[in-house]
């Protein structure tokens, strides 16, 4: 049987109840005793919700090249990321499918803070071992914890240990020092509400995370209601909208690949991808509104009204904050217009689903100071 891991907030969970779950070889809480994930993504929409996020990979990258080689390695260009901010970026194939995504930050001497999915980890590195030279550097900081506070109290709560973390602006990252541990701190996240990401090690990640959630405002959060919170983003899950046979110009991920790579590049990928966003691509992900009550969940089949099969759904529950059901999925290109009907089944049943425009719910990020 496979090794299950724990955070450096396990204890944390325990004590606070929470329903531990095993996701991706990790013991998770899906939601905490007394509330429910539904709950719990309301309240992050309308205070604010602490998630354990240490399941995920975070490493640097640093030495001579280190821009140079990255680059190669995802259409984003990582040699154009400014001292002190970061940028969503995707891992590509040579077939220009997505190895993973990530978030990639510039920390100037400290080389290249990326952090990536818990579920790609060996891959991820792996690959980057394999692509990155020798004067570069890897360092792996499995020791480390990473707290995700979201929600629009989430400055307000910031601020109670840290007055200068509060000032970064969205996808702005520094270190800080917090009761004398240096922690990385990033402005951005998951859910689409503005709220902070904080590295942090390991044996302080118990410490910090309990001063933010004795704040009022604050409240823990598992992993439904992360899912339910970046579905109503209309974010992408890696293993549902992104996977290694799916490119990002599939994906609605144009907007990560800067200008300058749109008509080619020197990176994984690029034949594909430059010829997918001159042509377009085959299929393309959609956001979905069934009509009706009806949830479509993940595999239900997509079908034009006229009975062509034209693709599936990849993620689909009840909005919390929509009162009601959501979907995102993959269709030929000819049926991804907005406004558009399409039938997907449900148990037997073909009902019908609006292609919308996405996000389902507005993102609140913090864009200026």
Request: proline residues 4%; hydrophobic residues 40%; charged residues 20%.
């Amino acid at each position: 049987m496979p090794k299950i891991h724990h955070t450096p907030l396990n204890d944390l969970h325990i004590q606070w109840r929470g329903k531990m779950t095993d996701f991706s070889g990790y013991s998770l809480p899906l939601s905490y005793a007394g509330g429910g994930f539904i709950a719990e993504h309301i309240h992050t929409r309308t205070q604010a919700s602490l998630f354990d996020a240490s399941h995920m990979g975070q490493l640097t990258v640093s030495g001579s090249n280190a821009a140079e080689t990255l680059s190669k390695l995802t259409p984003a260009d990582v040699s154009h990321i400014a001292v002190g901010t970061t940028k969503y970026a995707v891992l590509t194939s040579d077939c220009g499918g997505v190895l993973d995504d990530f978030i990639i930050g510039n920390d100037g001497d400290r080389g290249f803070f990326i952090v990536f999915n818990a579920s790609r980890k060996a891959v991820d590195i792996a690959h980057l071992r394999k692509h990155l030279p020798a004067s570069c550097t890897i360092t792996e900081m499995s020791t480390w914890a990473l707290l995700a506070l979201q929600g629009p109290q989430a400055a307000a709560v910031m601020e109670t240990i840290s007055a200068t973390a509060v000032t970064l602006n969205f996808m702005h990252a520094g270190w800080f020092n917090i009761d004398g541990v240096e922690c990385r701190i990033t402005r951005g996240g998951y859910t689409g509400e503005d709220g902070f990401e904080i590295s942090i090690p390991a044996k302080a990640a118990v410490n910090i995370a309990s001063q933010l959630a004795a704040h009022p405002a604050v409240k823990p959060a598992g992993l439904g209601a992360r899912d339910s919170l970046r579905l109503e983003a209309g974010l992408c899950l890696y293993g549902h909208e992104l996977t290694e046979n799916i490119t990002p110009i599939e994906a609605g991920l144009l907007w990560s690949i800067p200008k300058h790579r749109r008509e080619g590049g020197d990176y994984a990928g690029a034949d594909i991808i430059t010829q997918q966003i001159a042509n377009g691509p085959s299929r393309s992900l959609v956001g979905l509104r069934p009509q009706g009550k009806k949830v479509v969940r993940a595999g239900a089949k997509l079908r034009s009204t006229t009975g062509e099969d034209i693709g599936a759904v990849t993620s689909g529950l009840h909005g919390p904050s929509l009162q009601f059901a959501i979907a995102l999925g993959f269709v030929k290109t000819p049926y991804a217009a907005t406004g558009g009907i399409i039938t997907a089944e449900v148990r037997g049943e073909w009902i019908n689903c609006e292609v919308v425009k996405l996000p389902f719910v507005s993102h609140q990020y913090r864009r200026k100071s």
